[in-house]
């Protein structure tokens, strides 16, 4: 058994939250780390009802996933250097009470949120790093995107 099967791998969604030319993030204050906004995905959810949930959590504002953009996988050290494994579930994200000229509102001290602009996300600490210039990839072709998503419907549906 390795150091990664002991930690277990995390199940994510994130979301590509795009206006104006901007992308929003989220950064866990006391550590830096700069990702996608999204969180664990719970047992009996689908990745995008995970997203919206965590949205609503930590913002506070509905929110609604869209297309399925592609998956991610991100593997790192955890400060005091505890190996950590994710897959990270992408989708388009549309939250349409949120504002690039706004303050974006977090309902948890220990993280903030910001936007950033496309052209500066290749300069940006956004990790996964691979996301850096897979989000306006993935973000342009959305038509095509949903052929890669395999799941299970969402719950009432």
């Known amino acids: ?14 979301g590509v939250c795009i206006k104006d030319g901007r992308v929003l993030v989220c950064r ?13 995905i719970e047992f009996g959810e689908t990745g995008a009802e995970a997203l919206e949930r965590e949205v609503m959590e930590e913002i506070g504002v509905a929110s609604s996933a869209r297309e399925f ?3 991610c996988e991100h593997s790192f050290t955890q400060h005091g250097g505890k ?11 549309e ?15 220990w993280i903030c949120f910001d936007w950033i602009a496309l052209a500066d996300l290749d300069s940006s600490t956004l990790e996964p790093a691979v996301l850096r210039d897979k989000i306006a990839t993935w973000h342009a072709s959305r038509e095509a995107s949903a052929s ?6 969402r719950h009432g549906a």
């Open 148 to 153: 890669r998503l395999a799941t299970t419907p």
């Open 1 to 14: 058994m390795n150091e990664y099967e002991l930690a277990g791998i995390e199940t994510i969604a994130r």
């Open 28 to 40: 866990n204050k006391s550590v830096g780390n700069v990702y996608l906004p999204g969180g664990h």
């Open 95 to 109: 939250a349409p009470s949120l504002s690039p000229d706004a303050p974006v509102p977090s309902r948890e001290d």
């Open 83 to 93: 190996p950590h494994a994710e897959i990270n579930l992408v989708y388009a994200l």
């Open 69 to 71: 953009l592609g998956c």
